[in-house]
């Protein structure tokens, strides 16, 4: 199976402030069927962005994400107090479809 | 507007068995798998397995196949998780999540609210 390796563990960053989150793959993603979701606490994870660079329905653009092959980044480019949570990173390029262990983004 | 309601939080012993329940409304059900994803406390997100209510055909996790029992009842448009004898390291949030087309793999784009299992004697 794939394994996702998420970094940084955690980022400190003030609200304005640029976040850029990495997801590396054990091995190619095929398609490059990467997404990446947002979770906050007490609440189910939310789809940002599916096949590594498209928006999912109703999320801002200031998130975006890029990447090919075993590298991928989600950026977001303006912090909001909204924005602080934990970020997931998912492959279903090949089964089992695989979860990266999280990105923490905390007020600093 | 695609729904996925959970049933609710369940406290049980070990070795008791278990099936919590994932309702469905708002597309067709059995033209879109449901997959089953779990989070322990503190942790991250980890795939079961998932089920295409059509047909009924389910795929599991390596890692989890026989543990657990993924089913749907297509005239109730409800998908269902079930354990036959819970042990402590099954206490976890678990939710349904609709995948994004007709594939058996996919990303999800739709997710249930969860449903807390605590397990412990």
Redesign the interface.
């Known amino acids: 199976?794939i394994v996702l390796t998420q970094s940084p563990g955690t980022l400190s960053l003030s609200p304005g402030e640029r976040a850029t989150l990495s997801c590396r793959a054990s091995q190619s993603v095929s398609s490059n069927?990467l997404?990446w979701?947002q979770q906050k606490p007490g609440q189910?994870?939310?789809?940002l962005i599916?096949?590594a660079s498209s928006r999912?329905?109703g999320i801002p653009d200031r998130f975006s994400g890029s990447g090919s092959g075993t590298d991928f980044t989600l950026t977001i480019s303006r912090l909001e107090p909204e924005d602080f949570a934990v970020y997931?990173c998912?492959q279903?390029?090949?089964?089992?479809?695989?979860?990266?262990?999280?990105t923490k983004v905390e007020i600093k | 507007e695609v729904q996925l309601v959970q049933s609710g939080t369940e406290v049980k012993q070990p070795g008791e068995s278990l099936k919590i329940s994932c309702k469905a409304s708002g597309y067709s059900f059995t033209s879109y798998w449901i997959?089953w994803v779990r989070q322990m406390p503190g942790k991250?997100?980890?795939?079961i397995g998932t089920i295409f209510p059509g047909d009924s055909d389910t795929?599991y996790?390596?890692s989890l196949q026989g543990q657990v029992t993924i089913s749907a009842d297509k005239s109730i448009n409800t998908a269902y998780l079930q354990w036959s004898s819970l042990k402590a390291s099954d206490t976890a949030i678990y939710?349904c999540v609709r995948h994004?087309s007709g594939y058996?793999?996919?990303?999800?784009?739709h997710?249930?609210?969860?449903s807390l299992v605590s397990v412990s004697s």
């Open positions: 199976e069927y997404a979701y189910a994870p939310r789809l599916y096949v999912a329905t997931y998912q279903s390029g090949s089964s089992p479809p695989t979860f990266g262990q999280g | 997959a991250g997100l980890e795939w795929k996790s390596p939710f994004f058996s793999i996919s990303w999800f784009p997710w249930g609210q969860g």
